[in-house]
Nanobody, 119 residues
Framework: QVQLVESGGGLVQAGGSLRLSCAAS????????MGWFRQAPGTEREIVAR????????YFLDSVKGRFTISRDNAKNTLYLQVNVLKPEDTAVYYC????????????WGQGTQVTVSS
């Protein structure tokens, strides 16, 4: 099992940046593919980005390509999401999640961190 705790959210003006972190504890962090999801009020949760356990392969939602960067530091058991050029439509609760088998079946979730972008 792995426990996940997100941080780094906040209120930012459009065009601003934030760096979200997800600290993992428990089982070896490098055993999991990791992902960032977000959910805005009244919408379904969507995957924003994911990264393979060795950090080589990444995926991004089309609407965030070129603005968001996902990375991980397996030595520090931490996942990151650098979010730049934020837009009001990026406002959501952002969650990190862990995929143990690499099949896109997310086994563990954090509690989320709120990102609010003002126009």
């Amino acid at each position: 099992q792995v426990q996940l705790v997100e941080s780094g959210g906040g209120l930012v003006q459009a065009g601003g940046s934030l760096r979200l972190s997800c600290a993992a504890s428990g089982r070896t962090f490098s055993s999991y593919d990791m992902g960032w999801f977000r959910q805005a009020p009244g919408t379904e949760r969507e995957i924003v980005a994911r990264i393979s356990r060795n950090g080589i392969k990444t995926y991004f939602l089309d609407s965030v390509k070129g603005r968001f960067t996902i990375s991980r530091d397996n030595a520090k058991n931490t996942l990151y999401l650098q979010v730049n050029v934020l837009k009001p439509e990026d406002t959501a609760v952002y969650y990190c999640a862990a995929d143990e088998r690499g099949l896109g079946q997310w086994d563990y979730w954090g509690q989320g961190t709120q990102v609010t972008v003002s126009s």
